[in-house]
């Protein structure tokens, strides 16, 4: 099992900036995909960005593209979103997740661990 914690949420006026954290514990060593999703009131989980376990390239989905940006550190297990030129829409409930899989995914039932997320809220 991965357990995953998430931080670093709260509320931030347009265009400003926050980051989230996700500190990872358990059997991180057969995770190879770290992501995160978000979920807003109503709608549907959707895919923010991925990147694999030896690091290197994000991917993202196109809305975030330019904005946010992920990273992770192997050596302390931490994934990090951090958020940039922040807007109303990106308003949600940001969780934290792990797949073992090699191939890069986009939807929710690709990933097996979750976080329990953490708000965050854009005003405007």
């Known amino acids: 099992q991965v357990q995953l914690v998430e931080s670093g949420g709260g509320l931030v006026q347009a265009g400003g900036s926050l980051r989230l954290s996700c500190t990872a514990s358990?059997?991180?060593?057969?995770?190879?995909?770290w992501g995160w999703f978000r979920q807003a009131p109503g709608k549907e989980r959707e895919f923010v960005a991925s990147?694999?376990?030896?690091?290197?390239?994000?991917y993202y989905a196109d809305s975030v593209k330019g904005r946010f940006t992920i990273s992770r550190d192997n050596a302390v297990n931490t994934l990090d979103l951090q958020m940039n030129n922040l807007k109303p829409e990106d308003s949600a409930v940001y969780y934290c997740t792990a797949r073992k899989a090699l191939a890069q995914s986009s939807t929710p039932q690709g990933y097996a661990y979750w976080g329990q997320g953490t708000q965050v809220t854009v005003s405007s």
């Open positions: 990147i694999s376990r030896p690091g290197g390239v994000g």
């Open positions: 358990g059997r991180t060593f057969s995770v190879y995909i």
